[in-house]
């Protein structure tokens, strides 16, 4: 999840009105991920349908020889002062 919304910000970094908020979030793991292990994260901006915002992202090795996890997930676009008390 962490991962999929700082792509959200990275993609659509120039929205100051809205944010973002996960409204599915699947995840399949693909093999076991040990301790002390490293991995890479790759995200992927699939499609942008008004407000929402599909993702799909894959954990796997360094050589990518490994999955470990794939995840698809779709976020939706919400007007920043309608989620955030601003003080």
């Known amino acids: ?11 659509l ?22 301790e002390g292990s490293e991995a890479v994260v790759r995200v992927y901006l699939d499609r942008i349908e008004g407000r929402k915002i599909f993702f799909s992202s894959v954990l796997e090795s360094k050589d990518g020889s490994v999955v470990y996890a794939e995840a698809t997930s779709l976020f939706i676009k919400v007007n ?8």
Do not use: Q, S
Request: proline fraction near 2%; aromatic fraction near 12%; hydrophobic fraction near 40%.
């Open 80 to 87: 920043r002062n309608k989620v955030v008390k601003n003080n």
């Open 13 to 34: 970094y120039e929205d100051k009105e809205n944010i973002a908020v996960t409204a599915n979030l699947k995840i399949d793991f693909r093999a076991p991920f040990r």
């Open 1 to 11: 999840d962490t991962a999929l919304g700082f792509a959200y910000h990275i993609c």
